[in-house]
């Protein structure tokens, strides 16, 4: 695990790095986190801790290449209806994925009550990669259609 965050750390200093010696005008550089930088549930610990280390690392770059006008922020996605989410869920093979999809978003997403699509993140990174939000830097926009509201 310790080898995966140091490959993160190289990763991102290197993408921005990179972006610095290429473009004088500077950039963005957006890192996929996890609702679980904030909140987790029991048994989360190792990945919240590593997601909780994206935004460190995050935080500590936007710092060191702010100079650049490199801004350097994080995605942090909830529930998104992926291959990975789907892989993980505790389903009953007979039932319906739809009914599932919705029953689920019913328990846990009190305020928008479904499940996010690949879509949803997409917006929200152009947005975040736009000059409207030249501003932000070092920090993580949660995408998680209300969950931690409710954790």
């Not at 310790?2 to 950039?27: E, K, M, P, S």
């Not at 319906?96 to 949803?120: F, H, S, T």
């Not at 920090?139 to 954790?151: A, E, F, I, K, Q």
Request: no cysteine; net charge neutral.
């Amino acid at each position: 695990m310790l080898n995966g965050l140091a490959a993160a750390g190289t990763g991102v200093a290197g993408v921005a790095g990179g972006w610095a010696a290429a473009d004088a005008r500077g950039g963005g550089v957006i890192i996929t986190g996890s609702l679980h930088e904030v909140a987790t549930r029991p048994g989360g610990s190792a990945y919240a801790a590593t997601k909780r280390a994206v935004l460190a690392l995050a935080q500590a770059a936007s710092m060191d290449y702010a100079a650049q006008g490199i801004r350097i922020n994080v995605l942090a996605p909830g529930a998104v209806d992926t291959r990975l989410w789907r892989a993980v869920q505790p389903t009953d093979p007979q039932r319906d994925w739809a009914a599932y999809k919705r029953d689920w978003a019913q328990r846990n997403l009190p305020a928008i009550k479904r499940i996010g699509e690949p879509e949803d993140l997409a917006q929200a990174a152009l947005a975040l990669a736009s000059d409207d939000l030249a501003y932000m830097t070092g920090t993580s926009v949660l995408v998680d259609g209300g969950l931690t509201t409710s954790l």
